[in-house]
């Protein structure tokens, strides 16, 4: 499509639904029958919890058309598509407005967070423009490797970024820092990118992004960032909240710390759970819960920071254990002029 002046919406501006996709074959569905119902009920929890605000899609692969829907309210639409996993926000497409208010969708390259070896991805990159054809959008094309889950934008022209994302290795080896932000710019509309150096450290694992920012920090206003604020020195994230701090501090904004909840380990070594990875939408914020003592702590700080939206607890831990969280496995259509 012909470029013109697109700009990416906030995520708290009004939306004309979500897109998700259903757990489908693979790593993130799990080998055994207790993990395939953990995962598809930990999906569709979160779908159900969404679609009592707004409109709620889910691109489910033909041999889950059967299941999906006994999981799944009854007012969640389905559009059929051969998937390779589930994390909406990371292969679909980042919706933008034009000039006029135009809805459009950015078509990043997916390749499996870095061309990771036990991903797949093949039919995963085809989703964005698959996503754009049944919301009936034009797509806008990118050449850059990206994920949904690297970016966050205050709609002022400012977005969030890390280094291990865009410039680390498997993604865009051959690219520099002022390309990569020249391509946000054309496709985001930003004219300021804020780089973290790295994200949270369980994000380096076998299984995890190896640096989203969507776990570290996020705009909930214009100026405000809320951000994951681990307070145990024992935890090896403590030094990254500094840092992130740090490097916030070097801008005009209000910085939220966002208490990390109080458990550090699970059978896996050092867990990233935040509540960072939250999902903005009309009339609600759906965050995530970790039966943990934060969990309310958190709720809290979020009621302050999104006045006027219902705080929704869902149960994330089943998504951590797979490499994300709720913003991970959603992806919001803003309203045409948002």
């Known amino acids: ?4 002046d697109w700009r990416m919406p906030p995520e708290w501006a009004p939306q004309d639904r979500i897109w998700m996709a259903f757990p489908t074959t693979g790593y993130t569905l799990g080998d055994s029958g207790e993990e395939k119902a953990e995962a598809r009920q930990c999906w569709a929890a979160v779908a159900n919890a969404i679609i009592r605000f707004e409109p709620v899609t889910m691109v489910v692969d033909p041999t889950d058309v059967e299941i999906a829907p006994t999981l799944l309210d009854d007012r969640i639409e389905i559009v059929e598509a051969p998937l390779d996993d589930a994390w909406m926000r990371d292969m679909g497409p980042t919706f933008v ?9 950015v078509d990043w390259v997916f390749n ?15 989703i964005a423009r698959r996503v754009c054809d049944a919301a009936g959008v034009p797509v806008v094309t990118s050449p850059m490797v990206n994920e949904g889950g690297g970016i966050h934008v205050n709609g002022e022209g ?13 993604r ?11 391509e946000l710019q054309r496709t985001l509309g930003v004219d300021r990118v804020i780089w973290f150096d790295r994200g949270l450290t369980r994000d380096y694992d076998e299984f995890g992004t190896r640096g989203h920012v969507d776990i570290v920090a996020t705009f909930c206003d214009s100026m405000t960032v809320l951000f994951h604020d681990q307070r145990n020195p024992e935890h090896p994230d403590f030094v990254v909240s500094t840092e992130v701090r740090a490097t916030l501090e070097q801008h005009p904004f209000t910085l939220i710390p966002v208490p990390a909840p109080d458990v550090l380990r699970d059978d896996e070594g050092w867990v990233d759970y935040t509540y960072i990875n939250h999902l903005v939408i009309n009339d ?15 709720a809290v700080i979020m009621r302050a920071a999104y006045p006027g939206r219902e705080i929704v607890l869902v149960d994330a831990r089943p998504l951590f254990a797979r490499g994300g969280g709720i913003h991970c496995i959603t992806q919001q259509q803003p309203s045409a002029s948002a």
């Open 97 to 105: 407005l034009g000039r006029g208010g135009q809805v459009a969708g």
């Open 1 to 4: 499509m012909t470029d013109i």
């Open 158 to 170: 400012t977005v969030l970024v890390t280094r291990t994302v865009q410039l680390g290795d498997g």
């Open 112 to 126: 499996g967070w870095g061309q990771q070896s036990w991903a797949t991805w093949g039919k995963d990159s085809q």
């Open 284 to 298: 609600a914020v759906i965050l995530c819960a970790f039966d943990d003592p934060g969990d309310e702590r958190a």
């Open 172 to 182: 865009n080896p051959d690219w520099t820092q002022e390309q990569v932000e020249a």
